[in-house]
């Protein structure tokens, strides 16, 4: 989104090897004469530090955006993710915690920046039918340009319906994670990032682990495989695709140290106590024959 508004996205560093989330500090000393807004993005479900961040922001006159997509209806002592920032966006891909296939949200503090969305959702039109209808108006006016951002009433409907299974999903992410945590405490190596959060601090969107130091990755993605046991990587880094290179960006040290280790165990509300004990038993093996060359 930064690129096709015709901006320069300028990317901070992870804090580190347990928060993997965006560093404040590092964030704070690339904020420039021509930085307009920063952008955060709570992984895997877990926030980033949004009191500093608000603070940061806020010293330097520019806005926040959370890119809340891996963290629907998460509470921090912070508040809502989502919701402390200027903006907010939400996905509901196939693979999120409410997921209607494709679409999202956007929300906005300021009463007028949601207006302003809200017209331009829908061709910038001035009123909706439905205000219409209640007004009696007749006519409405376009006053910018706009598109048509609005998700079907079917696939709305589709939502909703989900916001009333969410706490029962959350808990058994949330119990997933728990069991993730200690049978995962017997792999040497393996770390579990954001040990210290409370687990119902989060939507538990991912199970991100760190490899031990050293381990071939793709190797321990074919053995899971060969197991039965489908893993993930998020992400590859952006700065590092080639439609993101830049000569003059910040080193992102942490962030490359962290990713060759990253691998994204399953997480879902389905997932049972027993399916667990075969990711982290077939883990262990991959690990073993790796270690064994
Ligand atoms: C962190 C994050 N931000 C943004 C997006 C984009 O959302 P969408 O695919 O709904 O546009 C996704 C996932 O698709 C995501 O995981």
Redesign the pocket.
Known sequence: MVRLLGARPVFADVTGHDDLTIDPEHVLSLIGEKTRAVVV???GGFSADLVRLAEVCASRGVILIE?A??AFAVSTPAGTCGMVGDYG?F???A??NVSIG???LVVARDPERNAFIRRHRSHALTTTPVERAASGALDYDVDSVGLNYRPSDISSAIALAQLDRLPDAQRAREAARTDYRHRLAALEGVVLPFASVPDDESAH?LAAILLPEGTNRNAVVRSMRTRGVQVGM??PPTHLFSAYRDADAPPLPITEAVVPRLLSLPMHARLRTEDVAHVVEALGSALAEEAHG
């Open positions: 993005m709570h992984y890119d997509a891996h966006t996905s509901f891909f693979t999120k494709e679409g999202g969107h998020h992400y």
